[in-house]
């Protein structure tokens, strides 16, 4: 047993896994930017009090799950890690008077979030989101347009058949009522409801609709819906989100029990699941719309949505569907050599490489000649470079591993014939002929 491991709840992303998670990144900061949502990067941490107002003091990721930063005595306030970066950016947006620039702000964040939850498969203390936010369009257009987007960042991450799950929660014109009603129905079978939801009626019922208790199934199928008692704005927000999801061709499931845990939501409100298993599963993604938000947070009233995409279950749902990763990147070239002092020759010939702009990788070891060619060609690479004797008079040997050829080239050369000759190999011949690679 090693002395230290990763805090529970964590984990090392290790090499073979880290090419799944590049992609991801890659592939949302290209989404972003093709949707004109530029990057923000905000502290890992802020006032405990951003998240308290933002998400809501009584929601679990602020009653149970905030990373509180024990305070030391020489500072007033306190922090904590952020659990969600959407109360951060709206911090930042209001900070930096954002509300003066041409509106909507349309903002992106991809990175780790913190929450101290109790680990399970899809639950991490630490785990990544890609984040976007359009804040300053009170929409309906720009709902459906997130929608699309975070269904089109599964598709092209290769997993298929995302499903929607949509739902419109109101605002603070209708959601009063609708949650006055909704405590009267559970109150009335008070003795029904399991301890927890009990405790949680008291303080957040609408929480109790998203319950995972199979007990409380029934009962919320026979609950008042929030999409029969909207406002007439909230009602006819919510048919036109439909409409633009229509005309995107985007399908979605009305699912009147989906509330989201942050109390920052107003009307529009969406998860993504994997088809077929939004009972049993965690969601892989969700957002929705946040008007009150920025006022909430000291800024002037401000429509605004948002979604967080969980990467790290967005990894799971695409191993458990056999989605493989493109290989890692071998160097092109090994630079070995059958003198084992000769480190800083073979150094130098692979810093001009790289300087060139190919890998490579110099053999740095004192093993004999035939073992570093044969670690070459088990790295996959493509070219070994020989440094022996011709080095005298600037030469060195040039292997193509996988072709078996070998001929001495003037080092001067070097970099433009590996360049060259790889290029070749993985594109094909000019003018035809296909390449291996
Ligand atoms: P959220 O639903 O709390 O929303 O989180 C979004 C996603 O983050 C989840 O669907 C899930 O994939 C992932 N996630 C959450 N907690 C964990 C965890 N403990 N382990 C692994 N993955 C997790 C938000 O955070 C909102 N800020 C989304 C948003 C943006 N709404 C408007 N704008």
New binding site residues.
């Given amino acids: 047993m090693p002395a230290y491991r990763a805090p529970r709840g964590t984990r090392d992303l290790l090499p073979a896994e880290t090419p799944a998670w590049t992609r991801l990144e890659r592939l949302g900061a290209d989404l972003a930017s093709r949707y004109g949502y530029r990057r923000i990067e905000t502290p890992l941490f802020e006032q405990s009090e951003v998240f308290e107002r933002g998400i809501g003091a009584v929601t679990d990721?602020v009653e149970k799950e905030l990373f509180r930063i024990a305070p030391r005595t020489d500072e007033a306030e306190s922090w904590a890690l952020r659990?969600?970066?959407?109360a951060g950016i709206v911090r930042a947006y209001v900070q930096h008077g954002m509300q003066t620039w041409p509106q909507p702000v349309k903002l992106s964040q991809l990175g780790p979030?913190f929450?101290y939850?109790p680990p399970q498969a899809?639950?991490?203390?630490q785990?990544w989101?890609f984040?976007?936010?359009a804040i300053g369009d009170p929409g309906p257009a720009v709902d459906a347009e997130i929608i699309e987007l975070g269904t089109r960042y599964y598709r092209d991450a290769g997993l298929e058949g995302v499903e929607v799950l949509l739902n419109s929660i109101g605002d603070p014109t209708c959601r009063p009522a609708y949650v006055a009603e909704l405590t009267a129905y559970f109150d009335a079978h008070r003795e029904a409801l399991p301890e927890l939801e009990r405790t949680r009626l008291e303080r957040n019922p609408l929480r109790l609709l998203d319950s995972k208790d199979p007990a409380m199934a029934a009962l919320n199928a026979m609950a008042p819906r929030i999409t029969d008692r909207l406002c007439e704005p909230c009602a006819e927000h919510f048919a036109a989100v439909r409409a633009h999801l229509q005309a995107l061709a985007i399908p979605y499931r009305l699912e009147p029990g989906l509330v989201?845990?942050?109390d920052y939501?107003t009307r529009t409100a969406f998860?993504?699941y994997v088809a077929g298993r939004e009972g049993q599963q965690?969601?892989?993604?969700?957002?929705?719309r946040?008007d009150g938000l920025v006022e909430l947070l000291g800024g002037r009233p401000t429509p605004a949505?948002?979604?967080?995409?969980?990467l790290?279950?967005?990894v799971l749902a695409l191993a458990e569907t056999g989605v493989t990763e493109p290989a890692e990147s071998a160097p092109i070239a090994v630079v070995v050599g059958a003198d084992p002092d000769a480190t800083s020759h073979r150094l130098r010939i692979a810093t001009d490489l790289r300087a060139a702009g190919l890998g490579a990788r110099a053999e740095l070891g004192r093993r004999k000649l035939g073992k570093q060619l044969e670690a070459a060609a088990r790295d996959g690479a493509h070219f070994a470079v020989i440094v022996g004797d011709e080095l005298a008079d600037g030469d060195v040997g040039l292997r193509d591993l996988p072709a078996g050829t070998q001929k001495v080239i003037p080092i001067a050369d070097l970099a433009r014939e590996v360049g060259r000759a790889h290029a070749a190999h993985r594109h094909g011949p000019p003018g035809g002929g296909a390449g291996s690679a």
């Fill in positions: 990721v659990p969600e970066p959407t979030m929450r939850d899809g639950r991490y203390r785990f989101q984040d976007v936010e989201r845990g942050l939501y998860e993504f965690q969601a892989l993604g969700g957002g929705g946040y949505i948002g979604f967080g995409i969980g790290d279950r967005l």
